[in-house]
């Protein structure tokens, strides 16, 4: 039985180029779309069994259009698809439920195996970078520096803010409320004595906590 996909990705080129990339695979791209609105709506009309998702396209990016598929089809995984390395849009990508996030410039059997591993519900292997941002975001701080005034969950929070997360997505990622995120901020803010996140993002990164 094939793999259908939903490919979405502003660029011609970049679509075109599929059909020769699974050639000889097992997978059967069932639509393709231009914006994440559209990546959104195909998905939920054709219900694929992996959304392979560009993050910069118009009107809707692909986060956005990531997390309106994972509210509305949670056991439909989406593999982020993208050519930057920014470690913000791969913490946003953990926190939204993203199954894999493969680099445009990766080698096409990467992506074909992300695909396959997706579909079959495995997780990204430990190697990839989806992996790597979630370990960061998930640490627990050895309490050994007495230095680092924050209770482990404050810590997490505080990378998920260095990393650039909204309240919201880091609710997400934590699986707690706003009300909670909200709460650990302005601890985290008195604590460190500093008048912003991003004050605290620069102590976070100064000291290595991310």
Known sequence: MSIRIIVADDHEIVRSGFPSLLQ??????VDMAVD???AVEKTLRH???VVVMDIRMPNCDGLAALEQIHKKLPETPV?????YENPTYIARSVALGAADFILKTSPGEELVAAIKRSASGADAPDTSILRRVKRVMRRRHERDDDGIPLTNRELQVLRHVALGLS???IGHSLGISIETVKE???NILRKLDV???TQAAVWAV???VV
């Open 24 to 29: 000889g695979t097992d997978i059967e791209i």
């Open 184 to 186: 650990h901020v302005q």
């Open 167 to 169: 309240n919201r997505e």
């Open 79 to 83: 593999v982020m698809y993208t050519a």
């Open 195 to 197: 008048n912003d996140r």
């Open 206 to 208: 100064r000291r290595s």
């Open 47 to 49: 219900l694929p069994d």
């Open 36 to 38: 994440g609105n559209e």
